[in-house]
């Protein structure tokens, strides 16, 4: 008899084992270096990516797995309740709220965009790259050509300073690979200045064997830090993935390997002050 109780917990063990539902995160990426590189020598290293490395070596009761979509479908996958996704480095709005459900914690932190230009302009306008120039005054008093992505947002501020330079030289181009574009441009000198984030500028730069003759400054109208969220779909399995990816990234914040992911495809002269910024940031949250 007790061996027939014996096989009968085992074997109900067993089926309650079977029937478990797999724990699996399932991320959203798109080809959009360097936050996720696909394609070329530094395939694997992108920002967000490496994020979502650390997270699946942080939680080892998970299974990750990996979905790529097109950037303009990303979102809209990720919104529609039918599905169970999950994606890295989004900005929240009132409108997203209602069809994904984000982390408390932010996921990446990064600077506010910022603007590419050659070194040479640089010194023949006295300019320092440790410190925030201002856009309007380059546009307005200095009359540099300043190339954009076109239908690009790049925060309140720096698009009013865009749209309200009526008199200014500025150059916006369609397409997928703009920037890629543009940066050609900088290099040859048809454009003076090049808005976009500091990743992207870094990354084009040594893609494209440029880095040696161009650098970027920080902008006055641009705040301090760029913050990124996980979000998940809004049901209730993307909540229940939400609250487990927010106590680990509490976790992993503050490691050295989450601090090199933040600041790997950030120019030298940059990578200082993000870490003062940071350092500020987490000061004041301190209080």
């Known amino acids: 008899?007790?061996?027939?109780?014996?096989?009968?917990?085992?074997?109900?063990?067993?089926?309650?084992?079977?029937?478990?539902?797999?724990k699996v995160i399932e991320w959203v990426m798109v080809d959009f270096a360097p936050y996720y590189i696909m394609n070329d020598k530094y395939e694997g290293t992108g920002r967000d990516e490496s994020v979502i490395k650390l997270l699946e070596q942080a939680m080892p009761d998970y299974t990750f797995k990996r979905s790529l979509f097109p950037a303009s479908r990303a979102v809209h996958e990720l919104s529609n309740p039918y599905n169970n996704y999950c994606m890295l480095s989004l900005y929240q709005s009132e409108?997203?709220?209602?069809?994904?459900?984000?982390?408390?914690?932010?996921?990446?932190?990064?600077?506010?965009?910022?603007?590419?230009?050659?070194?040479?302009?640089?010194?023949?306008?006295?300019?320092?790259?440790?410190?925030?120039?201002?856009?309007?005054?380059?546009?307005?008093?200095?009359?540099?050509?300043?190339?954009?992505?076109?239908?690009?947002?790049?925060?309140?501020?720096?698009?009013?300073?865009?749209?309200?330079?009526?008199?200014?030289?500025?150059?916006?181009?369609?397409?997928?690979?703009?920037?890629?574009?543009?940066?050609?441009?900088?290099?040859?000198?048809?454009?003076?200045?090049?808005?976009?984030?500091?990743?992207?500028?870094?990354?084009?730069?040594?893609?494209?064997?440029?880095?040696?003759?161009?650098?970027?400054?920080?902008?006055?109208?641009?705040?301090?830090l760029s913050l990124g969220y996980i979000g998940c779909t809004n049901n209730e399995q993307g909540s229940e993935h939400i609250k487990q990816l927010d106590i680990t990234l509490e976790k992993i914040a503050h490691t050295q390997a989450f601090h090199d992911v933040m600041i790997r495809w950030l120019p030298d002269n940059l990578q200082p002050i993000l870490e003062k910024r940071l350092i500020k940031r987490n000061e004041s949250a301190a209080h």
């Not at 084992?17 to 797999?22: G, L, R």
């Not at 201002?134 to 690009?152: E, F």
């Not at 030289?169 to 200045?193: C, E, F, H, Q, V």
């Open 95 to 224: 409108h997203r709220r209602q069809h994904i459900v984000f982390s408390k914690h932010t996921s990446t932190v990064g600077l506010s965009p910022s603007i590419a230009i050659r070194k040479e302009l640089v010194n023949t306008l006295d300019l320092n790259t440790a410190k925030p120039v201002s856009l309007k005054t380059l546009l307005a008093d200095k009359h540099l050509a300043l190339g954009v992505s076109m239908s690009r947002s790049f925060g309140k501020d720096i698009d009013n300073v865009i749209n309200t330079s009526h008199d200014a030289n500025i150059i916006s181009r369609p397409g997928r690979d703009t920037l890629a574009s543009l940066t050609y441009m900088l290099n040859k000198k048809r454009i003076d200045i090049l808005l976009g984030y500091p990743s992207e500028h870094y990354y084009l730069a040594r893609s494209m064997g440029f880095e040696d003759e161009l650098t970027q400054l920080t902008l006055s109208e641009a705040p301090d």
């Open 1 to 22: 008899m007790r061996r027939f109780w014996l096989l009968l917990l085992f074997f109900c063990s067993a089926v309650s084992q079977a029937t478990e539902q797999p």
